[in-house]
């Protein structure tokens, strides 16, 4: 279906599904009902089964500001890219059918990115975990205070701090100047979260701020608040840190500490998200198998590389460091376990970090 506005909007909402309809009405409605209202929502069905097109088509039929791309294949990362060469914004911005947006989110970081000229805007993030019957079970928020880093220098020295709290580490939810994402648009193919996209295009950013006004809620789904066992997590987990320390790496700056201390710090918080699912994620895995994976991850030379980097702040990783730094998998699977039991209590003292 093509453009039926004819007045050229501010900003282009991508969002791809394939078989999607179970969650979709509420990522879709979320952007519809921002008080901002200077959007295109181009939406892609990606050769869904289910009632994906149908669901599209009813918001198509009822909202202008809606189009529909219909693809025959089900890759995502070639639908986002489609429709991002159909967009006509001045911003962009790619959204997950299992997402949504909070209220006044885009308007407050629309306003932001204009106020400072940004070429990229990062909300604030809550990873949410949902249940069965689509009910919200927890919720970890990742939030700095608002920031602008202006000039190239600033940029590659002050980022690893945004990217350090989760504001940086997906493509979904940054507000990102159109032909920037155009200009970059192939990364988007790399299964890779968009990580190796958000790079491409901080690699000769100007100016990008983090906005404390608006939030992208990110949503994962679990049973009591504990995401399902994920065994792709921890390969993930170490491309995301190779990806991030090569940036640095480019720019000459992986001597610094100030830059790369960051990075370590946010590793080895992945690396205890990726035990915690290993351990405690609902699956039918063996524990014996369980315990091999974080054997795995233990040995990983990167892994052992950040654990010495933030060994001077190791009580911020709470009862995990010292078995980590060991080595010591069964310890680990025991911390995780007693993580989980505090989270579902509500107890304090193994709080998660």
Same mark, same amino acid.
């Given at each position: 279906?093509?453009?039926?506005?004819?007045?050229? =909007?501010?900003?282009?909402? !991508? #969002?791809?599904?394939?078989?999607?309809?179970?969650?979709? $009405? /509420?990522?879709?409605?979320?952007?519809?009902?921002? @008080? +901002?209202?200077?959007?295109?929502?181009?939406? $892609?069905?990606?050769?869904?089964?289910?009632?994906?097109?149908?669901?599209?088509?009813?918001?198509?039929?009822?909202?202008?500001?809606?189009?529909?791309?219909?693809?025959?294949?089900?890759?995502?990362?070639?639908?986002?890219?489609?429709?991002?060469?159909?967009?006509?914004?001045? +911003? !962009?911005?790619?959204?997950?059918?299992?997402?949504?947006?909070? =209220?006044?989110?885009?308007?407050?970081?629309?306003?932001?990115?204009?106020?400072?000229?940004?070429?990229?805007?990062? =909300?604030?993030? @809550?990873?949410?975990?949902?249940?069965?019957?689509?009910?919200?079970? %927890?919720?970890?928020?990742?939030?700095?205070?608002?920031?602008?880093?202006?000039?190239?220098?600033? $940029?590659?020295?002050?980022?690893?701090?945004? +990217?350090?709290?989760?504001l940086l580490s997906q493509a979904t939810g940054l507000l990102i100047e159109r032909m920037r994402a155009v200009d970059h648009r192939l990364a988007l193919a790399t299964d890779d979260e968009g990580l190796g996209f958000v790079i491409a295009c901080l690699e000769d950013a100007e100016r990008i701020g983090a906005c404390d006004t608006a939030c992208y809620h990110r949503v994962a789904f679990g049973k009591k608040g504990q995401r399902t066992f994920d065994p792709a997590f921890m390969s993930r987990c170490a491309n995301e840190h190779t990806q991030m320390m *090569?940036? !640095?790496?480019?720019?000459?700056?992986?001597?610094? &500490?100030? !830059?790369?201390? =960051?990075?370590?710090?946010?590793?080895?918080?992945?690396?205890?998200?990726?035990?915690?699912?290993?351990?405690? *994620?609902?699956? /039918?895995? %063996?524990?014996?198998?369980?315990? *091999?994976?974080?054997?795995?991850?233990?040995?990983?030379?990167?892994?052992?590389? @950040?654990?010495?980097? $933030?060994? &001077?702040?190791? @009580?911020?990783?709470?009862?995990? +460091?010292? &078995?980590?730094?060991?080595?010591?998998?069964?310890?680990?699977?025991?911390?995780?376990? #007693?993580?989980?039991?505090?989270?579902?209590?509500?107890?304090?003292?193994?709080?998660?970090?």
């Open positions: 279906m093509g453009h039926r506005a004819s007045r050229r =909007p501010n900003v282009s909402v !991508v #969002l791809a599904a394939s078989d999607g309809a179970d969650h979709l $009405v /509420r990522a879709v409605e979320s952007v519809l009902n921002q @008080s +901002y209202s200077d959007f295109e929502l181009l939406t $892609v069905d990606c050769a869904s089964h289910d009632r994906t097109a149908s669901i599209l088509s009813s918001f198509h039929d009822r909202d202008i500001r809606v189009e529909v791309i219909e693809r025959d294949d089900s890759a995502l990362a070639s639908g986002v890219v489609e429709a991002l060469d159909r967009a006509r914004g001045a +911003y !962009v911005m790619f959204v997950r059918p299992e997402d949504w947006l909070a =209220p006044n989110a885009l308007g407050n970081l629309v306003e932001f990115a204009e106020e400072h000229r940004l070429d990229i805007a990062a =909300p604030m993030r @809550s990873d949410d975990v949902w249940d069965a019957q689509d009910r919200s079970s %927890s919720s970890q928020p990742r939030r700095a205070a608002s920031c602008v880093l202006d000039g190239r220098d600033a $940029v590659r020295h002050g980022m690893s701090d945004l +990217y350090e709290q989760g *090569g940036l !640095v790496r480019r720019w000459g700056l992986d001597c610094d &500490p100030d !830059v790369v201390v =960051p990075l370590h710090r946010r590793h080895v918080r992945r690396l205890i998200e990726c035990i915690d699912n290993t351990t405690v *994620g609902k699956s /039918r895995v %063996s524990s014996i198998e369980r315990l *091999g994976r974080v054997q795995e991850m233990l040995n990983a030379e990167d892994a052992r590389a @950040s654990l010495a980097a $933030v060994k &001077p702040a190791a @009580s911020d990783f709470g009862i995990m +460091y010292k &078995p980590m730094t060991q080595g010591n998998a069964a310890a680990c699977c025991m911390g995780s376990h #007693l993580r989980e039991f505090a989270r579902q209590s509500h107890l304090p003292l193994f709080a998660q970090r």
